[in-house]
């Protein structure tokens, strides 16, 4: 089993700069692939980014440029630098785990942060 667990996101102004973690705990694997999601009111969830187990990474068109993924495997924590940030990046942020179909595909979710820009 895992569980994913987000810090509290926040409140920013446009331009302004947050950072968001998640500590996964339980049976993690380095082939497991780890992102963030995001869900804006009247909106489906979309994928942010994603960091896969050989490190690669993709993002949407949207972030491209100003958000980074990264994962310290050690700590088991994934993190979201989010800069220059938009009114349009409002939205509660999901952290997301998929296991490898090797390993039973499973995915598993955190229960979302809020993240709201300011203009």
């Known amino acids: 089993q895992v569980r994913l667990v987000e810090a509290v996101g926040g409140l920013v102004q446009a331009g302004g700069s947050l950072r968001l973690s998640c500590a996964a705990s339980?049976?993690?694997?380095?082939?497991?692939?780890m992102g963030w999601y995001r869900q804006a009111p009247g909106n489906q969830r979309e994928l942010v980014a994603v960091?896969?187990?050989?490190?690669?990474?993709n993002y949407a068109d949207s972030v491209k440029g100003r958000f980074t993924i990264s994962r310290d495997n050690a700590k088991n924590t994934l993190y979201l630098q989010m800069n220059s940030l938009k009114p349009e990046d409002t939205a509660v942020y999901y952290c997301?785990?998929?296991?490898?179909?090797?390993?039973?595909?499973?995915?598993?979710w955190g229960q979302g942060t809020q993240v709201t820009v300011s203009s």
């Open positions: 960091t896969t187990s050989g490190g690669s990474t």
């Open positions: 997301n785990l998929k296991r490898s179909p090797l390993r039973g595909g499973l995915t598993y």
């Open positions: 339980g049976t993690i694997f380095s082939s497991d692939a």
